[in-house]
């Protein structure tokens, strides 16, 4: 019988500290219910002392989730592992995250201490959570920059003290695969009572060795693997959990299993980018959009006698479904929820209607609607009840013209107007949404996407703005890129003239 990998998934926490990738409770808890469908074994749910929407967002995952262990992160720190504790009280399998820095440069910048007194407070932590809950993993941060020999008495010392789970992090993403297999056999082969625990990986992916270093520390006994979907996190990201789940579905020979339901990939990744505003690269491995897009003629040619002749997966495993009805202009109700389905959306029959509205007006101005752009209107319609909202916009602007713009706002439900000139149709537009909103609001970074090709394609629209001293993102997507500006604009100041 295969060997059992549990998976571990970040998504909800190292994922969502991208910055612009910050979800509300509302979607945090959509995000856990369709990791609970994909078969995940952990969602670590959040950070709870770090701030009171992380803490809520744990409360709320523990009360949606039946069947993944929810796991609440900490620093190890007495009230770090009790605010953990109070945020887990509703979950029905916990566990507390704690942990510390082990790497030299940790323990001397970090925390001006010595190796024998981060022992102490690995130990101490673990103890603590120990008094709270009987799950518990500790994890040593910059554990692949650390000394093996010191790394394997800090696991020895905490799996004594009752770690259930300990977990190696490639914290910097620095580790070769190589010494990190090594690594992780070093602990297997010389740790006192490794057989009480289960060794984790936590990889990341700064050189682009993320999935390499967390399958090398499988082949060399990890079984618990930390991931986040489409491989989101800090800086260049996390291990893909799509990504390891597909590599032991496509390596039998390995003989390791876990519980994720493949047809369940493609959609959720969807899902994910969707509500983080995070495009997924076209290249990405299994679920970009190029990933089983075979363009030269050779290679279709080869597809086409037979699939497996240049794809290693069926795409019907990870849930693409080639035979998809196409939606347009024409297509009713019934074709967008049966896509909505795909896309592991369930919507009432109300939020259909209203969405059904937005698609049929969508569909005017773009020949097929992809899912992408499903996704932008069920995002767009149903998460966000904004305070300014734009009514009207005209832009005139060419060459030899100089741009105008006239925008009318609705705010708390009245109605103003401006208008303003720009060195482009969307300065002038920003400009008279200004000369309405008379707030200091400085444009840190503009970046404008298409979705797909054609030139009448959705454009996505991410903003970050500063306003006194914080920063702010801002998301849109409209088939009007200046549109979509403008809104992207408004959906940043939303953030702090809440109601
Ligand atoms: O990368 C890392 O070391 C982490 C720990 C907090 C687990 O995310
Ligand atoms: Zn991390």
């Given at each position: 019988m295969a060997d059992r990998l549990f998976i571990f998934d970040t998504?909800?926490?190292?994922?969502?500290?991208?910055?612009?990738?910050?979800?509300?409770?509302?979607?945090?808890?959509?995000?856990?219910?369709?990791?609970?469908?994909?078969?995940?074994?952990?969602?670590?749910?959040?950070?709870?002392?770090?701030?009171?929407?992380?803490f809520n967002s744990v409360v709320e995952i523990s009360k949606a989730v039946t069947w993944p262990t929810i796991c609440a992160l900490t620093r190890a720190v007495e009230k770090d592992i009790e605010v953990a504790s109070?945020?887990?009280?509703?979950?029905?399998?916990k566990r507390i995250h704690t942990g510390i820095g082990t790497s030299d440069s940790h323990i001397k910048y970090k925390f001006n201490s010595n190796r024998e007194e981060i022992i102490e407070r690995a130990v101490a932590a673990v103890k603590y959570a120990k008094r709270f809950v009987e799950d518990v993993e500790f994890y040593a941060e910059d554990a692949g920059r650390t000394d093996n020999e010191y790394l394997a008495r800090v696991v020895e010392a905490v799996i004594k003290a009752g770690a259930t789970v300990v977990n190696i992090p490639d914290t910097t993403g620095y580790c070769l695969p190589s010494d990190y297999g090594a690594k992780i056999r070093y602990l297997m082969e010389n740790v006192k009572g490794i057989q009480n625990a289960v060794i984790s990986t936590h990889c990341h992916n700064d050189l682009g060795m993320a999935t390499a270093n967390t399958m090398a520390?499988?082949?060399?006994?990890?079984?618990?693997?930390?991931?986040?979907?489409?491989?989101?996190?800090?800086?260049?990201?996390?291990?893909?959990?799509e990504e390891v789940a597909?590599?032991?579905?496509?390596?039998?020979?390995?003989?390791?299993?876990?519980?994720?339901?493949?047809?369940?990939?493609?959609s959720t990744s969807r899902m994910i980018s969707s509500l983080m505003n995070m495009p997924v690269q076209p290249n990405k491995a299994i679920v970009g959009r190029n990933a089983f897009a075979h363009s030269s003629g050779i290679h279709q040619d080869g597809v086409l006698k037979n699939r497996e002749s240049y794809e290693i997966i069926d795409p019907k495993d990870v849930g693409i479904d080639d035979n998809a009805i196409v939606l347009t202009a024409r297509s009713g109700r019934a074709a967008l929820k049966h896509r909505l389905h795909i896309l592991g959306v369930e919507l009432s029959q109300e939020a259909l209607d209203i969405v059904y509205q937005k698609f049929l007006a969508l569909a005017d101005r773009k020949k097929?609607?992809?899912?992408?752009?499903?996704?932008?209107?069920?995002?767009?319609?149903?998460?966000?009840?904004q305070r300014i909202k734009l009514d009207y916009l005209q832009v005139v602007s060419g060459v030899g013209v100089k741009p105008v713009a006239c925008v009318a706002l609705d705010i708390a439900g009245e109605r103003f107007e401006a208008s303003a000139s720009g060195n482009g149709p969307v300065d002038a537009a920003i400009s008279a949404v200004k000369n309405i909103i008379r707030r200091k609001v400085t444009i840190q970074e503009f970046l404008i996407q298409a979705i797909n090709k054609?030139?009448?394609?959705?454009?996505?629209?991410?903003?970050?703005?500063?306003h006194d001293g914080t920063t702010y993102y801002g998301f849109s997507a409209n088939t009007d890129i200046i549109a979509a500006s403008v809104e992207a604009y408004i959906d940043a100041i939303n953030k702090f003239v809440k109601a």
């Open positions: 998504t909800l926490r190292d994922g969502e500290q991208v910055p612009g990738c910050q979800l509300n409770t509302v979607e945090k808890i959509q995000v856990a219910k369709a990791l609970e469908a994909l078969g995940v074994d952990v969602i670590e749910a959040g950070f709870p002392v770090s701030s009171p929407g992380d109070e945020a887990l009280q509703y979950a029905k399998h520390g499988v082949l060399n006994g990890a079984r618990q693997v930390e991931v986040t979907v489409n491989g989101i996190g800090e800086r260049a990201g996390n291990t893909a959990l597909m590599i032991l579905r496509s390596h039998k020979e390995i003989g390791i299993d876990t519980n994720i339901n493949s047809q369940k990939i493609y097929d609607i992809n899912d992408d752009d499903v996704l932008m209107l069920v995002g767009k319609d149903l998460t966000k009840m054609g030139s009448d394609d959705m454009g996505k629209v991410h903003m970050q703005v500063e």
